[in-house]
């Protein structure tokens, strides 16, 4: 392939001189079939590779219109692209060239969870892989030739091979777009009929392992299959090929706005179909299982999280005077026992704009969930600061509109204040409603003396700009996700471990310049958390993921971004060590 004079010119040049000779790479060049822009040159082989873009124009591209004429439409035609892109790349880089990362390329391209992402983007005139390449080098000298290779050979190539569409199969790919446009179709129709999630007949939710993110495989797997008092249809925005023909419906359980409780023997697959309904926001891969799990976007995983901070939280509705009579309207530590991380992990949702709760027993405070009568008679309602969720979960759906839904196979307590009970049964789901309800009529629980006070409005927090320091010494400003659970933000380390709905990396990078953008631009003496929140979801919808990176730490190139949801950002300036409130 012949190629641009300056980039082999210079490739030329630095032909075994020091490895910052490199740097001279940055610019654009009009390769034969392709552009190539070298955005940031790395320090040395054994840094983070050198980050690239490459370009194809749509005229030679070809991707048909109708693949991408949505928004939703365009963001599965990106994710899968990058999928291509980084299936590919085996291919590409067909041996090790040099030191360090020499000769690598990486792509950003997603998991099983199919996100908004800024590793590929589609344009009306062009399509663009975001690309990381390690450039070669022998020790510490720069490979001209080889770079040569992988700049005017192996990276066009990766790139006419994986985004022409003349290499496509094109069934492949038109099945792997109708599939999330279906999904986010369906998302929207959980509205229109009350629910809050749906699990369609046939899901596969058991994944491979704990360390696995896919799905279980063999005879033992039973897929889901809902009872008939459970069952709804919903409609496909575009019907799909089925093992029997086209389908245009899908027939799966719904779970209904309101109080849901899931029993069940222990290990029985309750906390599988929980995880499921967790990310279920997320549309999914074609495969993948729980592709037709289709959770509202906005329920939320609490859990208790001891050893969090928590600041200013007005958790009185759970928990009132603490030994000491320390006030519990805004409560603030940093180091939360598990019921105070709780209740502090609900009312922060709630603040937030959470549509419902998700709770698994397994990952909850006993004490935060349950009381029962004995304890009751032996330590006096008065001398408990505890309101049990059980007596709160009612008050939240009908006065604040937070749904939820329930794991809890250990206490009946919740047959009375549940709206629906499904209890699993070796992985099948049974209607047991009425069942617990008579249960619960012949022994009636004891609620606790005295009314207790209404959770009353969830009261909205400012937070103070100046506790977001992203700077690191003299180095302006040092952001980085460490993995999917750690930022490191300034001289701050970020642990956001309790966050179970946050599954990829480049979101968890996301939020960190999320915090640092919206403490720059977005923050002011009197705007709530909130306020921030909406502020900063109108910037991702208008401008893009791209400007998440406005002070170009990362140079003109940031090409791994993955969209957070409002939820997980909220939580993870929660969890700022830093962080200072001020109550509204
Ligand atoms: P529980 O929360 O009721 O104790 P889990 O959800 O933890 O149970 O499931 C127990 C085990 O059963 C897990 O290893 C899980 O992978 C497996 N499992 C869950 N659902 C299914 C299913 N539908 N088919 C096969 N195995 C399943
Ligand atoms: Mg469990």
Known sequence: MSSDRSLLNILRRID?????????????????????????VQGDPFAAPSRIRVRVDMGLAQLPDGLWDSAVRRLALEDYLARRVRARIPRAEPRRRGSGKSGKIFIDAGGQEVLERTALVLDE???????????????????????????????????????????????????????????????????????VAFVANGSILPRESGASDRPLRGSDVVPFDTPETLRVQLPLATPMEGPEGLVETLTGMGIPRGVTLVAGGGYHGKSTLLRALERGVYPHVPGDGREWVISDPGLVK??????????????????????????????????ASGSTSQAANIVEAAEAGAAGLLLDEDTSATNFMVRDARMKALVHDRDEPITPFVERVRELYEHHGISTVLVMGGCGDYFDVADHVVVLRDFQPRDATSEARRIADRQVREQSMGSRKPIGEISARIPQAESFDASRGRRDVKIDARGVDRISFGRADLELRGLEQLVDVSQTRAVGYAIHLSAERFMGPRTTLAEILDRLENFFDSRGLDELDVFHRTGHHPGNFARPRRFEIAAAINRLRSLRMEQV
């Open 16 to 40: 075994g001189r020091g490895y910052g000779a490199y740097k001279d790479l940055h610019g654009r060049y009009e390769l034969e079939e392709c552009t190539l822009f070298v955005d940031h």
């Open 125 to 195: 005139d062009f399509v663009e892989a975001r690309l990381q390449v390690g450039l070669p080098a022998a020790g510490r000298r720069v490979l001209g030739r080889e770079a040569e290779q992988l700049l005017c050979s192996d990276v066009p190539r990766l790139a006419l091979g994986s985004l022409v569409w003349e290499a496509f199969d094109e069934a492949e790919a038109r099945n792997f777009v109708d599939c999330i446009e279906n999904q986010e179709y369906l998302r929207e129709q959980l509205q229109v009929y009350g629910l």
């Open 302 to 335: 609490i859990r208790a999280e001891d050893g969090r901070r928590v600041e200013s939280v007005d958790i009185s509705g759970f928990i009132g005077a603490l030994p000491q009579g320390r006030s519990t309207r805004s409560f603030s530590s940093d180091d």
